[in-house]
């Protein structure tokens, strides 16, 4: 099983400020990696797949990175609909599909 | 519109069965792979199971293997997780996921909204 680690496990934020997250894969998943965000109350939502391609609708200041094992979201400028849960998930290779324990962007 | 509906949630002592289903509709059912992922209270995010397109992989998580049994139904456009010898820490919120690419193993595009099961005495 690949095990997905993201850091750091919250992150304060203040509004207009970048914030970068960070997921780690115990071995090689190429770039078949996918972030999510997920509102209080709401399910997931695809932001980026194949580790650096924002999904349809997604806003540019949201940026996929990395390949192997390091990958890093960014978010400039954050935004107050911004400050959410977001997850890390390999795609690489299943059974299992694994996500990371998820990143809590909080307003600082 | 693509739309991923869940039902069957509820209130469930431990030991008792549940079924979950998932109704789809807005694409070609039978041309794209389909999960379940849970979510228990206050926690992140777990795959379930999944299956592709025509059923031929199935993959199950390790703490549901031998208990829950997920299937299609190409009729009636559903998904269906068999959850059996349910335990308390089965409590979640049980989403159904779609394969955001047609026939391969893709990140989850779109998802459904979500049925709660509760695993309590």
């Known amino acids: 099983e690949i095990v997905m680690t993201q850091s750091p496990a919250t992150l304060s934020v203040s509004p207009g400020e970048r914030a970068t997250l960070s997921c780690r894969a115990s071995q090689s998943v190429g770039n078949n990696l996918a972030w999510y965000q997920q509102k209080r109350g709401q399910a997931p939502r695809l932001l980026i797949y194949?580790?650096?391609t924002r999904d349809t609708g997604i806003p540019a200041r949201f940026r996929g990175s990395g390949s192997g094992t390091e990958f890093t979201l960014t978010i400039s400028s954050l935004q107050s609909e911004d400050f959410a849960v977001y997850y890390c998930q390999q795609y690489y290779n299943w059974p299992p599909l694994t996500f990371g324990g998820g990143t809590k962007v909080e307003i600082k | 519109e693509v739309q991923l509906v869940e039902s069957g949630g509820g209130l469930v002592q431990p030991g008792r069965s549940l079924r979950l289903s998932c109704a789809v509709s807005g694409f070609t059912f039978d041309d794209y792979a389909m999960h379940w992922v849970r979510q228990g209270p206050g926690k992140g995010l777990e795959w379930v199971s999944g299956?592709?397109?025509?059923?031929?992989?199935?993959g199950y998580g390790e703490s549901v293997k031998g208990r829950f049994t997920i299937s299609r139904d190409k009729a009636k456009n559903s998904l269906y997780l068999q959850m059996n010898s349910l335990r308390v820490d089965d409590t979640a919120l049980y989403f159904c996921?779609?394969?955001?690419?047609?026939?391969?193993?893709?990140?989850?595009?779109?998802w459904g909204q979500g049925t709660l099961v509760t695993v309590s005495s």
């Open positions: 299956l592709t397109w025509n059923g031929g992989t199935i």
């Open positions: 996921a779609r394969a955001m690419v047609r026939g391969v193993i893709s990140p989850f595009d779109p």
């Open positions: 194949g580790a650096s």
